[in-house]
């Protein structure tokens, strides 16, 4: 891990625009929207008809002349060229009215789709576009890269988008206008150029969305012997005993307790998991995501964000696994350890981690 926190959870590579709660306050979404009410109420709502979909160049500039390089074209050059730019523009939003705000989270369909209806709590897959209401500045877009992956709750994403996009299907193309108390709160977000009263709008094209799983579910694998024994019991930290008098493996372990049938983990995405920790030497448990509230644990995984025992030891499972990781020193904090953990450098530490899910951004 390279994190202060000994918690294996990370929100660095979401894009920042996402989260709440990222322009340096201390306190989470919940401290922040019940903070924001004078700022989201000092202002009327703009009616939602004045945001609409245009498309456009993305620079959103004028184009480069076909002829600018002096060779000239015909008829047919330009048609091509025209079908061209035109297959390159990309959804926009476009305000009638400046500045543009709301007092409540408000959304409207644009296009309307067939798919399965979007919950709270489940895999969300889309692109967006997002500007800030009082001058119609975009502020990001994915609309040219890959559509994102992401756990549609309130670790991850700000509740405005979560009560802007639950209940709309796949295949939906939706606006949603968030007021402060569901994005950034009274503090804004001034790297994104958020102040304290600018309403958010989001452009969004929800792709599809499906469950995260709750616990591990495939086929029991029977470890090999002279491992720790592991006890899991579902809503509740895995119980690990470590086998006594023995020494802990020299190298990294990786040992599927249930084969999972999901997709295969892949380096650069991100996982979804419980998982619980304890030291070899003591059999003590330093951490798992049910001492912080019992939610999933989401982190990059496969790109060094995490410990190289992590890493390796995850890629390649399948979505549904548990696995018992045994991660030497080398393959865990090193020399170093975690004092305050109470890892020392010469610890061996043992994991139990269910995978639950995966994204991709």
Known sequence: MRTSRLRLLSLAVLPVVLVAGCSGGDGGPSAQGSSSASASTSAPSTPMSAVDVVMRAPSDGPSASPSSSGKGTDAKGDKKDQQTKDQQKVPQLSFTTKPFGVSSTQDKTVEKGDGDAVKAGQIVTFNFAVANGKNGKQLESTFQRQPITIQLDSQHVMPGLIKGLEGHHAGDRVIVAIPPKDAFGDQGNPQLGIGAKDTMVWLVDIKGSHDLLQHARGTKVEPKKGLP????????????????????????????????????????????????????????????????GGAPASFPIGVGRVIPGWDKGIVGQHVGSRVLLVVPPSEGYGKKGQPKAGIKGSDTLVFVVDILGTTTQ
């Not at 899991?232 to 895995?238: D, E, H, I, L, P």
């Not at 995405?269 to 001492?291: A, C, E, H, M, P």
């Open 229 to 292: 024994a592991v006890d899991v019991r579902q809503g509740k930290a895995a119980q690990i005993s470590i086998p006594k008098g023995k020494k802990p493996p020299k190298d990294l372990v990786v040992q599927p307790l249930v084969k999972g049938k999901g997709d295969v983990v892949k380096a650069g995405q991100t996982v979804q998991v419980n998982y619980t920790g304890v030291i070899w030497r003591n059999g003590k448990k330093f951490d798992s995501n049910f001492d912080h």
